[in-house]
Nanobody, 124 residues
Framework: QVQLVESGGGLVQAGDSLRLSCAAS????????MGWFRQAPGKEREFVAG????????KYADSVKGRFTVSRDNGQITVHLQMNSLKPEDTGVYYC?????????????????WGQGTQVTVSS
């Protein structure tokens, strides 16, 4: 079973950048679609970005397009989320997730494995 561990969250000011990382426990991760999701207090978990196993295809929520970049390093079995020009509305717990089936999905229910999450707080 794949285990995922996120890191890199923190408290920043609006306009700052953060880079989140998600480390997987085994190399089978390299064959999985990977997604980043976030959840703000009182809100549903929402899709942020996703990337295919090869890294050749990516997908972003409209709210983060042009500011966030998802990438993966299969040699290090790690996926990253570079977040620039952060806004207060980007605040939430960020989760990485793995989907072993084909097709890059944006629904949380499509992902089988989840990390524990890392808090991102953006102050105005």
């Amino acid at each position: 079973q794949v285990q995922l561990v996120e890191s890199g969250g923190g408290l920043v000011q609006a306009g700052d950048s953060l880079r989140l990382s998600c480390a997987a426990s085994q190399s089978t991760f390299n064959g999985y679609n990977m997604g980043w999701f976030r959840q703000a207090p009182g809100k549903e978990r929402e899709f942020v970005a996703g990337i295919t196993p090869s890294g050749g295809n990516t997908k972003y929520a409209d709210s983060v397009k042009g500011r966030f970049t998802v990438s993966r390093d299969n040699g290090q079995i790690t996926v990253h989320l570079q977040m620039n020009s952060l806004k207060p509305e980007d605040t939430g717990v960020y989760y990485c997730a793995a989907d072993r089936f084909g097709g890059l999905q944006s629904r949380p229910g499509s992902y089988q494995y989840w990390g524990q999450g890392t808090q991102v707080t953006v102050s105005s």
